[in-house]
Structures are given as structure tokens and as C-alpha cells.
């Protein structure tokens, strides 16, 4: 039989519980306990299930320790990123430590279309090939279903190769791969003591990396219920199981009672008692804390914004501090109307965004942030296989994809000083192709030279001027990487800067905290309202739609946004707000793609009506019936 992958050599313990149970906090207790018993603060590693919840975590932790004992508190992907970054697992794996930037992914789908798959079939292969690889699946042989899905998956990594460089989500299965084949890299990396929080939202990759990195003993804290997405799409929720499948002498302790106020208890257990999760037995509270939970119903959506903001007004107003209360939205367009909301009231809000260097590279003024940063990879090394891919592409309906091919299949080369370098005399195409790439390295090579000579913020302006990108163009997160980066950095040490805002996301030290449902992973706060729950917002609109998904798999969707409100909702120590509007003038219903249950023509105006989201049901008691 083959090895469970959650094997590991070290002394297992789990720490399983609900929401609201206080298992972040005992897991602080034990790294606290093994400072105390003489563990350095290098043998520990503690991760997160997100950056900002590494934050959280961090600091919760630096409260009960010196700040010079504090160990290292990370995410699993960040870890392995900068392993893969080493000398000898560049060696061994032809690969920088480096992700792929938004535009860059759109790239090699570009150059994944020559495979010949219709667009819209290669986009969900290449997204099941990518959960196959965080899964841990083979990948290789007769597990593919067929042909076509094993020759994509080929091509793909023949590019990722080529690139040498990573997609976001391949990381840890990289890492993975490359500690079980390199025993003295998993020697080298393997700490004594690794803690891990929120273990059900990691990946089974994240989790089987955590496994093999710990040497002495492996504690993680979890809830089975709670299996909204961490850092990688694709929890594995049965990871606690399994890890205690795997592991016959692991130990454990159960969490059965919550921290958080009666009433907020009360909410949670209703979510966790509701079919779609399982219909698990309630918890009692233990906190003798006075706090308020009820869903406020709104007439219209701008009546909810507005709502929603005045209950943050009213709890700051009664003492709350703004950076212990989280007002969680529906999506990322509910997100900014509640953020404007707040800010009509005067009220600084904290949302973890990431940056995003993007565009179409077809035409050179939509991708000109792309070019600036591909400009910044080629001064640093004009050899970058990534960069002089990114670079040919540019400015080309088909991004030069035969030429990339070529390259791929080592027909050909590209050099900065040469440009397209061909093994024997190229076909009409490519020549037709070579002699545009030619003239763009050209170009390429020329900037390059005169950027070589400057550094840090002056360095990053050059760029941005030569490919005629404004100051105001820039998006926040990248300028203020740049601006912190130092006078003195060169074109490397911006790059690592760029691709650092643009993969971690965290909230700040002050304002209200706003986001997602599942970016309140790992927070620790005392009230959270959470907004726009409607039919539409919370659940999209195909899932009421036969037509748009199958009735088979409605309960996995409805399962996964129930798990991220139940998960929400056990963040609220206090203080807890459901909120929704009943009604919408039919443009504004359209716009949100909410589901429509009766449109009726008051005062002239077509009013829609909208129900409060199937996820709030237990709240609610209202259910939608096909």
C-alpha cells in the first residue's frame, strides 16, 4: 500500500474544536510552553492560513513572549517560496523561487492555446490539472482521463520549464515533490517544532509539506467544519482525519466549549446544526459576556450600505475599537460600496487587497505596468527566460505563441542582444514572427541600457517613462513597495518587491477591517457585521439557475459559502449583524446579478423582490424553494 502522504516522523497532536473555542489561543499556549522548556525561537515555525492571519498570529503571539523570542510565523506557500528560491533547489528543480504575475499567467495561456483545445474547455483543464497537483495526485500515466488532458498538462509544464518560474497554486506541491526526492533538503529545511493553525483551509499539499518539515513534533489547530479557503483554493477538510489516520499514536484534545458571547454561540451552533454542514450537536459558552446577535433587514440596497455603516459608527461610538471590528461583504463590488459607505461616515477601513500587474498585452498601451516590471526582470538579467518570453509577446494579437513554441521545443532562442537565434532556417511564420521579436529586444536592450545605471525609485520611474506610464497609473500597493524598497535597490530587489504586493495581502494596524467572508480567517475580533447577504450576493445567481448548474451539485456550493458565514460568524466575540435588503429596482438587480423572485411595477418603477441568502437560513428562517 502507498504511503499516506500525512506520515511524518514526528510526535503528532491535534487541537480540534469549533469557532470560538480558544484553539488559537492554546496553540500559543504550547509554542509559548516550548520557549519555556528551551526550545530556540529557530526551532519553532508557526503557520497561517493567510498572510494577514500570520499577522494576527504573530502578534497575538509576540504578547506573551520577548519580542527577540518571537519565532517565525508564515504561511506555508511564502515558506516554500523562498525554499524553491534556494541555490540547491534551483539546481534541482531548473527553476527560480518565483511566481507568475497576473499578465504572465495570461501569457501562457496564450501559449497553451497552441495545444489546439477551444479556449473555454483549456481554462477548466488547466484549473482541474492545477487542484490535481495541490491534491497530490500523480500526475502522470494512466490517471489522466484522456490524451488530450495529459498533453496539455505536459505542454503546461514544458512552458513553466522554460519560464522557470511557478504558478501561484503549483508551489507547494513543488515543495512537496522536491523534499521527498532531496532527503538533505528536507535535513536541511526540517525544524523541531511546526504549529499550524487552521490546518482544514490548507491545502493537502500545505498540509503534507507541514508534515515533512516538522522533525519533533507537529501540532495543528482545526475545525472540520470550518473548510472555507485559505492561501490556495481547494481545503482539504478531511486533513485533521487523515492526519490522525496516518499517525496511530498522535494525541489530541477537544475544544467543546466556546469563548464567545451566549447569544453569538447561539448563531454559530444554528449554522453548525444545519444540514448543509452536517447537523453537528451545539456547544455551550463559557464567556460571561453580555453580547448582541439579529439579522436587520433593509428595504433597498443603498438603505443596507447605509445601515451597515451607521452600526460601525454606532459600536466605534460605544468603545469599540475600529481595528477589533470587521464588516465582511458578499463580494469584492459590495466590499467597495460598503468601504465608501464608511468613509461617508468618516471611518477608516483596512481592506487586505493585493495588488495586480495586469492588462492585455495585446495592445501596448492597455499592458504598459506589465512592461515596466518586464523591463525592471531584463536589467537585472538580460538572459531571464520569463522576461524575453513576456516581452516578445507584448504588443502581438496572438502574443507570438509559434515562436514561443519553438523555443519550448528547442528549435529556437531568444537573447536580448540578438534576438531570435533559430537551430536551422525557420518556416514563413516564424521568420514573420522573428523579425518583430528582433525589433522589440532591440528596443528592449536599449532601455535596458540606460536603466542599468540607476537604482531604486528613480530606477522604477525610468521604466514607467519609457514605456509611457504615469506617475497616477501606478497602482497603491505597487508605488508604496517601490517607495520602501530604498534608494539603493536595484532592478532585482524591485522585481522581489512587485511580486511580494502582489501575492500577500494583509489588513492594517488601524481602521475598520473589510473584506471577503473568507479573509477574516485567523482574525481575533470583537464584533463583525456581515453585509449584503442576499440571494444573488452570497450565493450567485446560477446556483438558483437549472439551466447554469446541475441539482446534483448545488450542495457543495451551498456547503462551501455556509462553512465561510459559519466560520465568519465565530469571529465576532460580542457583537454580531446580519444584514439584507428585501427589494431592488430591477437595473440595480440586473447589475448585481442577484436572484430575482418577483418583479412588480410600483409608482411606475419595476421593483425586484430578493430574499435573504440560503446561507443565513438558520438565521433567517427564510428558504427558497424552487
Known sequence: ??????????????????????????????????????????????????PAAARTLEGRLAAHIDVDATPRVTTVPAFVLALLGTPEAVAHTGRRGRVLLRFEENMLMEDLKTSGVAPRRLAEMVKFLSRSLVDLEPMEGSWFYDEQEERVFSLMMRHMRLREAYREGELTRAA?????????????ASVEHVLVDDYQTLSRASQAVAGLLAASTLTVAGDPLARARGCEDYPAADGLEQLARANPDATGEHAGFSHLAAVVTDAVNRFAQDEALGA???IPSRANIVGTCEACAFA???DELAGAAAMVAELIGAGTAPER????AANRLWAGNLARALAAHGIAVSAPTRATVTGDGRALDTCKLARTVTLLRLTADENDPLALRSWCGFGDYLANSALASAVVEGRARLSLACGAI?????????????????????????ICGGLASVRGITLFRSACQAVGLGEAEVPTGIAQAVSEAGDDADAAALCQVIEHSCTTATFDETGVRIGLLEDFIGQNLDAMVMAGLVNGLT????YFDAAQMERDKRPALLAAEMAKTYLCAGKAKTSLRFTYFSEAPLATAESLQLKIHRVRLRDGERICEVRPSETIRAI?????HD
Open 300 to 302: 433597498r440596497p443603498e
Open 325 to 328: 471590528i470587521g464588516v465582511a
Open 176 to 188: 512537496w515533490d522536491y523534499l521527498r526526492e532531496v532527503p538533505e533538503a528536507r535535513a536541511a
Open 422 to 446: 533559430f537551430e536551422k532556417e525557420p518556416s514563413v511564420l516564424l521568420a514573420q514572427e522573428a523579425e518583430k521579436v528582433d525589433a522589440a529586444l532591440d528596443r528592449a536592450s536599449e
Open 539 to 542: 450565493l450567485p445567481r446560477r
Open 1 to 50: 500500500m502507498e504511503r499516506s502522504p500525512y506520515c511524518t516522523q514526528a510526535a503528532v497532536h491535534l487541537i480540534e474544536g469549533r469557532v470560538g473555542t480558544g484553539k488559537t489561543s492554546r496553540l500559543i499556549e504550547l509554542a509559548v510552553d516550548l520557549l519555556e522548556g528551551g526550545a530556540q525561537p529557530e526551532e519553532l515555525l508557526l503557520f497561517a492560513a493567510t
Open 620 to 624: 433567517t428562517g427564510v428558504y427558497y
Open 280 to 282: 453537528v450537536e451545539p
